[in-house]
């Protein structure tokens, strides 16, 4: 009886899972990866301004490009069809704009 109520335990902490099955963790670390969010923004833009505190109030993390300070940043916007600030991009999704519905719903979409 005291084995059965031990291993109970075990089982609900996790203790279990991380013992005897060891790919389970690698799974679930996998799972939870945090989006790759790319920003293609200018100095002016309000709404950029806005999907920065946006990002920061969720804990995400993103990379930010100046469309105005590199030329880089500027081809990759007009190749991913920008059509004004900031544009959005998700795991490879374009958003034009900061949408709140659309992030989260490129956000909730991830595998």
Not at 16 to 27: C, D, Q, W
Not at 80 to 86: F, I, K, S
Request: with cysteine; net charge neutral; charged share 15%.
């Amino acid at each position: 009886m005291r084995q059965l109520v031990l291993v109970l335990a075990l089982v609900m902490t996790g203790v279990v899972s991380t013992l005897f099955l060891p790919n389970a963790s690698a799974a679930q670390s996998t799972a939870a990866a945090a989006p790759h969010i790319v920003m293609y923004t200018t100095q002016s833009c309000g709404y950029c301004a806005k999907a920065r505190a946006w990002f920061k109030d969720k804990g995400l993390d993103w990379d930010e490009r100046d469309i105005e300070t590199s030329a880089s940043a500027n081809n990759q916007f007009n190749t991913l069809g920008g059509q004004g600030t900031p544009l959005i991009v998700i795991d490879g999704k374009a958003i034009n704009g900061f949408h709140v519905k659309a992030i989260e719903a490129a956000l909730a979409q991830r595998p």
